[in-house]
C-alpha cells in the first residue's frame, strides 16, 4: 500500500525557534497533501491543503504566516512553524493523496512537537 | 461538507462483533464514506471506504444504505488491539479535505 512518511517523529525546541516537518510519499506522487494538527484527546484538525506548485489553501484561523506550507514536488510537502510557542506544542499530522477519485487518502505517522 | 455524527465511546469484548454506526444526513452526490482507525501518539489508519450498498474487505465490512444518510462499520469478533478511535468521514474523492468528527473511542475488553 501507498506510504507516506514524516520527519521527525517528534522535535523540541525552544520558544522563538522554527521548526521544519516534512512529508513524503513514499510511492506514488501526491497532487495533494494536507496538514492535520491534533492536541491530546481530541480529534484532528485540517489546518491546510496543499497543490503542488501553487500556494495552500489554509482554514479559517490557521495563521499562514506562522504555518508556512511548501509543496514544491509530488512526493514533499514541509510545514514550518515559526516562532513556534508552547501552545504550538500539538501533534502534527499529514496526509497526501494521489488525485484518483475515490481512493483514500494516506496518512503519515506524525510528528510530535514539544516547544519549551 | 457534510457533517458526521457518530457515538463518542463504545465498550466491546474480545470476539465480538462490533458495529458502529455514523450519520452524515448532508452526504453530497459524489461524496465517498471512509473509515479510519487511529492509536495513540499515531496517524490514522484506513479501514475501508464504500458508496452504496456493501463493502467487505478483510478487516470490516461497511454498510450503506440506499438513501446513504447514514453507514455502520462492521468489526466481526474484535480483540484487544482493535482498542482505538474510530471515524467516519464524508469527502468527494481524495483530493477533497476531509473534516474529522469526534470519532467513537472503542475499548475492548478481555
Known amino acids: 500500500g501507498a506510504v507516506v512518511s514524516q520527519h521527525p517523529s517528534w522535535v523540541i525546541c525552544k520558544s522563538g525557534t522554527s521548526v521544519k516537518i516534512e512529508c513524503r510519499s513514499l510511492?506514488?506522487?501526491?497532487?495533494?497533501m494536507f496538514w492535520y494538527r491534533q492536541f491530546p484527546k481530541q480529534s484532528l484538525m485540517l489546518m491546510a491543503t496543499?497543490?503542488?506548485?501553487?500556494?495552500?489553501?489554509?482554514e479559517q484561523g490557521v495563521e499562514k504566516d506562522k504555518f508556512l506550507i511548501n509543496h514544491a514536488s509530488l512526493t514533499l510537502s514541509t510545514l514550518t512553524v515559526t516562532s513556534a510557542h508552547p501552545e504550538d506544542s500539538s501533534f502534527y499530522i499529514c496526509s497526501a493523496s494521489s488525485g484518483e477519485v475515490g481512493n483514500e487518502q494516506f496518512f503519515g505517522p506524525g510528528t510530535r512537537l514539544t516547544v519549551l | 461538507l457534510a457533517k458526521t455524527t457518530q457515538p463518542i465511546s463504545m465498550d466491546s469484548y474480545e470476539g465480538q462483533e462490533v458495529n458502529i454506526t455514523c450519520s452524515h444526513n448532508n452526504i453530497a452526490t459524489n461524496d465517498y464514506i471512509t473509515w479510519y482507525q487511529q492509536f495513540p501518539s499515531q496517524g490514522p489508519r484506513f479501514i475501508i471506504q464504500?458508496?452504496?450498498t456493501k463493502v467487505t474487505n478483510e478487516v470490516a465490512s461497511l454498510f450503506i444504505p440506499a438513501d446513504r444518510k447514514s453507514s455502520t462499520l462492521s468489526l466481526p469478533r474484535v480483540s484487544l488491539s482493535d482498542t482505538a478511535v474510530y471515524y467516519c468521514?464524508?469527502?468527494?474523492?481524495?483530493?477533497?479535505?476531509?473534516?474529522f468528527g469526534t470519532g467513537t473511542r472503542l475499548q475492548v475488553f478481555p
Open positions: 496543499s497543490n503542488e506548485g501553487s500556494k495552500a489553501t489554509y
Open positions: 468521514l464524508v469527502g468527494g474523492g481524495n483530493t477533497d479535505k476531509l473534516i
Open positions: 464504500g458508496y452504496k
Open positions: 510511492d506514488f506522487q501526491a497532487t495533494t
